[in-house]
């Protein structure tokens, strides 16, 4: 017999308050040695998580805001970071509603979490594209499970039957194998050219600490903020 949903709420609230946050050995951070940019630092804590195995470590939860204004929200792979620009890329369909979204308000934040290591860092700024002509050459460079993803096309439109995404698939896996060089005119690279990037790390005993680098013509400021 299942639980009642009754039961497996009261259990989840018993689970929730169980949980002390950070209850673990986590890595300790000394802003006083930190970096003159953010680029170095974030290189330092993702390559940090990466090697530690932190599952899916490059990714990023995008905020952007909606058509209405409403903000919206969801998962990005980090595909490329630029250190001199300051800039962090993802790819995404550009008539995807995120995409949409981004072309009607190019601003947008990013935010990393690394449970293991209780660190988050958190980035906003304008929204770049990656020039056409050098799509090409991206979308050439990508596996072909995802340029057949990209081909299939129509993210978040609602699906009917799951056999017409099949279909799809088929479809664009056939057209990729007849034509290796095929293109998506949609695949697109988004960069995120942060203005301000805050590095967070968090504490058993809640001394988390905090630090915000903002964007200052072709340097960086740096300051702690409060807990
Ligand atoms: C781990 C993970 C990585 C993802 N990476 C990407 C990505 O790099 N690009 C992308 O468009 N969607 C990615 N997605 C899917 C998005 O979170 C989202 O479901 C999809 O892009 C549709 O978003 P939209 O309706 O806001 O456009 C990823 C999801 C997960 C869980």
Sequence with gaps: ?????DRRLAELRELLFARPAMA?????????AAPAGPVELFVDWLTGALRAEVPDAQVAVLGTTGLDG???????????LDPVAGVWSFHAGAGSPKGRQLAADPRAALTWYWPAQGRQVRMRGPVVTTPAERMAEVFRALSTKSRVAALVGRQSEPLAEPAEFRAARQDAERRLAEDPELLDPAYTEYGV???QVEFWQ???DRQHVRLV?????????RELVWP
């Design 1 to 5: 017999m299942t639980e009642s949903p």
């Design 24 to 32: 673990r050995e986590l890595p300790g951070f000394d802003p006083e």
């Design 70 to 80: 409403t903000p919206d929200a969801r998962v990005v792979t980090l595909r490329e």
């Design 193 to 195: 050219r942060a203005e």
């Design 202 to 204: 968090g504490s058993f």
């Design 213 to 221: 680098y903002r964007r200052a013509g072709d340097a960086w400021t």
